[in-house]
């Protein structure tokens, strides 16, 4: 019975000190903010510095939105490489990595249309309602169909804009992209076009 007792007790600490080792393991895995903002920044670098254009026009790098400001109206999305993990793995944040580039300058001097082809340019609005993130618009455009669009908070508030002939005027603007479901903590972002101003 003792020599029982003596490996059930020897095997319980071995258990524990296994226990303990990968949770010390789990815990250094990570990196601390400092250096996981060095070496986001260190990526985003590397990119400016093979992009004469950006490099020689550089205006602001923002770290905690992964995007680079440059020129008067341009500004370049990173975003972190996505790679399927096993469920409960835990390490290092991904590499960040060129998402998307977007300059408004550059569509008004080519002379091209502010809205995009896949919106409706002028309507009546029939509904607004106020999300958690942008207003909601309902509108119909000439044939009846109807077309559901974001919009500015400012503009649900506006009655006035209701059921009658209007004109939309486009912006692309940095979202929580889809991908977050909903995650407060996601930093993933993407552009979407949104109503900021009606005519």
């Known amino acids: 019975m003792k020599n029982l007792k003596?490996?059930?007790?020897?095997?319980?600490?071995?258990?524990l000190c296994f226990v303990l080792y990968l949770l010390t393991g789990i815990s250094h895995a990570a990196l601390p903010p400092d250096f996981q903002n060095e070496k986001d920044l260190a990526d985003i670098l590397t990119y400016i510095k093979s992009n004469h254009e950006v490099l020689s026009d550089l205006r602001v790098i923002d770290l905690a939105e992964l995007t680079v400001y440059y020129g008067e109206s341009c500004r370049i999305q990173f975003a972190r490489k996505v790679v399927k993990r096993e469920a409960g793995w835990v390490g290092p944040?991904?590499?960040?990595?060129?998402?998307?580039?977007?300059?408004?300058?550059d569509q008004e001097a080519s002379g091209e249309k502010l809205v995009p082809e896949d919106k409706?340019?002028?309507?009546?609005?029939?509904?607004?309602e106020a999300g958690d993130a942008a207003c909601f618009l309902q509108i119909k455009d000439d044939t009846g169909?109807?077309?559901?669009?974001?919009?500015?908070?400012?503009?649900?508030?506006?009655?006035?804009?209701l059921n009658k002939p209007s004109e939309f005027v486009y912006e692309r603007i940095s979202v929580m992209a889809a991908s977050c479901d909903g995650d407060t903590e996601c930093s993933d972002t993407e552009f979407v076009w949104f109503i900021a101003d009606i005519r």
């Not at 409706?120 to 607004?128: D, P, W």
């Not at 077309?147 to 506006?158: K, N, Q, T, V, W």
């Open 6 to 15: 003596k490996s059930f007790s020897t095997n319980r600490n071995r258990l």
């Open 93 to 105: 944040a991904e590499p960040v990595e060129f998402k998307a580039k977007d300059c408004m300058d």
């Open 145 to 161: 169909k109807m077309h559901d669009e974001l919009a500015s908070f400012d503009l649900c508030e506006d009655k006035t804009l």
């Open 120 to 128: 409706i340019a002028h309507g009546v609005i029939v509904s607004v």
